[in-house]
């Protein structure tokens, strides 16, 4: 008895570059090995999760063999060589013939990209009842891909509400399917201090202890976050760091009253209002802080970045604050880091290699191309995953609109703001902000079925996205979410049948 897969055409997300179906079938059955290049452990990694999840999917616990040299037929490939003719780290090519299931990148990066589009092609297996099948015939297939932009990200607010290392774990392995490269944690807010700091520890035991809505909160030791850091490397994700200032700073004004101009701490915050606290910009101990802090942040961060905020300033001097993120950026960079800051930060002459995060105001961005800066783009009124889908979408916020899977999947960065243009772009990122979201099936029902949608611009040519072959994607990704568990938001625009 046989099992034969859906075309990979109506299932890869994000939609590769070039894709052309054969005539034919692989019949991937419980003897296929995997082999994989022995010349380093990122490549044993690879090869390790694509046992995993092929088991998990199917059943099969397949082998795995370390080689250089593959002759035998019949088997699964993982092979770099420097035949891909892209200069893209994450390029790859994957075919499908019946004689061999071929993954080819220059490096492993790619490779490891390439692995999460044979295990798509397996989502629409329905459930162990395919085990009762002698094999799967998987339909012949040549694809060859790279990705549009080189930065596509995702960011978690862990400070409004914490989340814990095995969800932001479960975070990164969902996020890796879709080819994201970037996880953007925020790190601290109003509302709580989430990331240990052995120079000023009060921030965790005062600024880490509660919360939105009064809770416990909670943050992460120096030796959790670089088990994060570790999990997503593996994956090849950077985590992206984000210390927020000089506004959205609460958390760390309570657990420290020096750091206030009139050297009395607030009170813990635990509503979610914005755009009333501020660092004291005129101390030097303010200074003194932020090298600390960045400074033992960058010691945890092997990525290039750090982010450092910068939205919502309302409670500081508008013209300290241009300063201020002058200041801010010559500590950054002198941690050898690159700057990254919302948007307001162009206000502020930023170094080339500062990185504006767009999320609502133009003006502020075609300032910062001006000085030769490049932009992520996280349109709020698009990707922000915590607006809800329609007024009835119970979590979520409104203020930017209701984003239905379609509205979040129907545009393009480089047509987004007059006078942005491709070369300026970085890439996409999609914030979820967690005022309302309390746990991982929370964070579930807001980022599926619309992150997806937001990898596939990230990684895809404009015009192979198509929202009508999307919309059969996406349906058939709703099999495998059905299976794991996953909780994610029946939008009527999609077929799941
Ligand atoms: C933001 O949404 N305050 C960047």
Not at 173 to 189: E, G, P, Q, V
Not at 202 to 210: H, M, P, Q, Y
Request: one cysteine or more; a negative charge.
């Amino acid at each position: 008895m046989n099992i034969v897969t859906t075309a990979s055409s109506d299932i890869i997300i994000p939609v590769p570059v070039s894709l052309v179906q054969k005539k034919g079938f692989f019949n991937l059955n419980r003897e296929t090995k995997i082999y994989y290049p022995s010349s380093n452990l990122d490549n044993d990694f690879t090869a390790r999760y694509l046992q995993h999840h092929i088991k998990s999917i199917t059943g099969y616990d397949l082998q795995i063999l370390s080689t250089e040299n593959f002759y035998e037929k019949g088997n699964i490939y993982l092979i770099l060589q420097n035949e891909v003719a892209n200069s893209n780290p994450e390029s790859y090519e994957l075919s499908i013939t019946e004689n061999s299931i071929n993954i080819i990148s220059d490096n492993s990066e790619g490779l490891f990209r390439g692995v999460q589009t044979f295990i798509q092609m397996l989502f629409p297996l329905k459930n162990k009842i395919d085990l009762a099948a002698n094999y799967i015939q998987i339909p012949n297939v040549e694809i060859k891909d790279y990705p549009r932009f080189q930065w596509r990200g995702v960011m978690l607010d862990v400070a409004r509400h914490f989340f814990g290392v095995n969800d932001v774990k479960k975070l990164i392995d969902l996020i890796a399917l879709y080819k994201f490269n970037r996880l953007h944690l925020h790190l601290t807010d109003d509302q709580g201090w989430r990331i240990q700091i052995n120079s000023w520890p009060k921030l965790t035991e005062i600024g880490g202890s509660t919360q939105v809505g009064g809770g416990a909160g909670g943050f992460y030791t120096q030796k959790e976050f670089a088990e994060i850091v570790e999990y997503a490397k593996k994956r090849f994700i950077t985590i992206v760091p984000e210390i927020d200032m000089p506004g959205h700073t609460n958390a760390a004004l309570a657990s420290y009253p020096e750091l206030n101009c009139d050297g009395v701490a607030p009170e813990l915050y635990t509503g979610i209002k914005v755009g009333f606290s501020s660092l004291c910009i005129d101390k030097e101990i303010t200074y003194d802080f932020i090298k600390d802090v960045i400074r033992e942040v960058a010691e945890l961060t092997p990525g290039s970045y750090i982010h450092i905020g910068g939205d919502e300033a309302h409670a500081t001097d508008s013209v300290k604050y241009i300063k201020f993120m002058e200041r801010v950026q010559e500590i950054v960079n002198s941690n050898n880091k690159k700057m990254i800051g919302w948007e307001e930060i162009t206000q502020s002459k930023l170094n080339p290699t500062s990185i504006v995060h767009y999320w609502r105001k133009a003006d502020y961005v075609l300032a910062g191309i001006k000085q030769g800066n490049k932009v992520i783009m996280s349109p709020s009124s698009k990707v922000y995953m915590d607006m809800k889908y329609n007024p009835n979408t119970e979590l979520g916020l409104n203020w930017a609109g209701y984003i239905e899977v379609s509205d979040s999947y129907n545009w393009d960065p480089s047509t987004q703001i007059n006078g942005l243009n491709e070369k300026d772009i970085l890439g996409v990122e999609a914030p979820l902000w967690t005022e309302t979201i309390l746990n991982f099936s929370d964070i579930e029902c807001m980022l599926f079925p619309r992150l997806p949608g937001v990898a596939e611009i990230g990684w895809s040519p404009n015009e192979k996205r198509i929202w009508d072959e999307y919309k059969i994607r996406l349906s058939n990704h709703g099999k495998y979410w059905e299976k794991i568990g996953l909780n994610f938001y029946k939008s009527p625009q999609i077929n799941w049948e």
